[in-house]
Protein backbone atom coordinates (compact mmCIF):
# COMPACT_ATOMS: atom_id res chain seq x y z
CA UNK A 1 0.00 0.00 0.00
CA UNK A 2 1.56 3.43 -0.89
CA UNK A 3 1.58 5.92 1.99
CA UNK A 4 2.80 9.44 2.18
CA UNK A 5 2.82 11.08 5.12
CA UNK A 6 3.76 14.47 5.42
CA UNK A 7 4.60 16.56 8.38
CA UNK A 8 6.78 19.67 9.72
CA UNK A 9 4.01 22.34 9.66
CA UNK A 10 2.82 25.08 12.14
CA UNK A 11 2.81 28.65 12.76
CA UNK A 12 5.24 31.04 11.66
CA UNK A 13 5.52 34.75 11.83
CA UNK A 14 6.36 36.37 8.37
CA UNK A 15 10.51 35.96 7.22
CA UNK A 16 10.56 32.74 9.40
CA UNK A 17 11.30 29.59 8.22
CA UNK A 18 10.04 25.78 8.73
CA UNK A 19 11.26 22.61 7.14
CA UNK A 20 8.60 20.18 6.07
CA UNK A 21 9.01 16.30 5.61
CA UNK A 22 7.17 13.55 3.78
CA UNK A 23 7.85 9.91 4.81
CA UNK A 24 7.19 7.76 1.72
CA UNK A 25 6.54 3.85 1.42
CA UNK A 26 4.59 1.04 -1.02
CA UNK A 27 6.52 2.15 -3.53
CA UNK A 28 10.37 2.35 -5.26
CA UNK A 29 11.11 5.72 -4.17
CA UNK A 30 14.43 6.13 -5.58
CA UNK A 31 13.09 5.28 -8.89
CA UNK A 32 10.20 8.13 -8.21
CA UNK A 33 9.85 11.68 -8.94
CA UNK A 34 8.57 13.61 -6.10
CA UNK A 35 6.78 16.64 -5.83
CA UNK A 36 5.35 19.51 -3.44
CA UNK A 37 2.20 21.01 -4.27
CA UNK A 38 0.14 23.82 -1.94
CA UNK A 39 -3.50 24.66 -1.66
CA UNK A 40 -3.97 27.82 -0.32
CA UNK A 41 -7.65 28.32 1.70
CA UNK A 42 -10.50 29.05 -1.14
CA UNK A 43 -7.33 28.06 -3.56
CA UNK A 44 -6.83 25.79 -6.11
CA UNK A 45 -3.78 23.04 -6.43
CA UNK A 46 -0.41 25.03 -7.20
CA UNK A 47 2.63 23.45 -7.89
CA UNK A 48 5.51 24.15 -5.47
CA UNK A 49 8.76 22.21 -6.37
CA UNK A 50 9.64 18.71 -8.44
CA UNK A 51 12.90 16.84 -7.64
CA UNK A 52 13.40 13.90 -10.30
CA UNK A 53 15.53 10.35 -10.18
CA UNK A 54 18.69 12.54 -11.04
CA UNK A 55 18.81 15.14 -7.95
CA UNK A 56 17.40 17.59 -10.45
CA UNK A 57 15.28 20.75 -8.67
CA UNK A 58 12.67 23.01 -10.00
CA UNK A 59 10.64 25.37 -8.04
CA UNK A 60 7.61 27.45 -8.96
CA UNK A 61 8.44 31.27 -9.43
CA UNK A 62 7.10 32.85 -6.48
CA UNK A 63 9.29 30.44 -3.95
CA UNK A 64 12.74 30.60 -6.24
CA UNK A 65 15.57 31.13 -3.70
CA UNK A 66 13.61 30.68 -0.40
CA UNK A 67 12.67 27.17 -0.48
CA UNK A 68 14.90 24.43 -1.06
CA UNK A 69 13.34 20.69 -2.02
CA UNK A 70 15.88 17.35 -1.10
CA UNK A 71 15.17 13.51 -0.76
CA UNK A 72 17.04 10.82 1.11
CA UNK A 73 16.65 7.81 -0.79
CA UNK A 74 17.91 5.52 1.89
CA UNK A 75 15.29 6.93 4.32
CA UNK A 76 12.32 7.26 1.57
CA UNK A 77 12.48 10.65 2.39
CA UNK A 78 11.46 13.93 1.04
CA UNK A 79 11.53 17.45 2.37
CA UNK A 80 10.69 20.60 1.61
CA UNK A 81 12.99 23.60 3.49
CA UNK A 82 11.18 26.98 3.34
CA UNK A 83 12.54 30.38 4.37
CA UNK A 84 12.00 33.42 4.32
CA UNK A 85 8.09 32.90 4.46
CA UNK A 86 5.24 35.13 3.35
CA UNK A 87 1.79 35.35 4.32
CA UNK A 88 1.00 34.13 1.05
CA UNK A 89 2.98 30.93 1.72
CA UNK A 90 -0.11 29.84 4.14
CA UNK A 91 -1.82 26.69 2.55
CA UNK A 92 -1.87 22.96 3.22
CA UNK A 93 0.99 21.38 1.60
CA UNK A 94 1.23 18.25 0.66
CA UNK A 95 3.58 15.61 -0.74
CA UNK A 96 2.79 13.81 -3.85
CA UNK A 97 4.88 11.37 -6.69
CA UNK A 98 4.39 11.75 -10.17
CA UNK A 99 3.50 9.43 -13.07
CA UNK A 100 6.88 8.50 -14.37
CA UNK A 101 8.23 12.12 -16.26
CA UNK A 102 4.55 13.47 -16.29
CA UNK A 103 3.13 15.93 -14.76
CA UNK A 104 0.35 13.80 -13.55
CA UNK A 105 -0.33 12.95 -9.56
CA UNK A 106 -0.51 9.52 -8.88
CA UNK A 107 -0.20 9.32 -5.26
CA UNK A 108 -0.08 12.36 -2.45
CA UNK A 109 -0.18 12.40 1.16
CA UNK A 110 -2.90 14.30 3.79
CA UNK A 111 -0.86 17.25 3.80
CA UNK A 112 0.41 19.37 6.67
CA UNK A 113 -0.80 22.73 7.49
CA UNK A 114 1.11 26.20 6.95
CA UNK A 115 0.34 29.50 8.50
CA UNK A 116 2.20 32.61 8.07
CA UNK A 117 0.68 35.47 10.02
CA UNK A 118 1.65 38.58 12.08
Known amino acids: EVQLVESGGGLVQPGGSLKLSCQAS????????MTWVRQAPGKGLEWVSV???????YYVDSVQGRFTISRDNAKNMVYLQMNALKPEDTARYYC????????????WGQGTQVIVSS
Open 96 to 107: AKLVGSSWLVDY
Open 26 to 33: GFTFSSSV
Open 51 to 57: INRGGGR
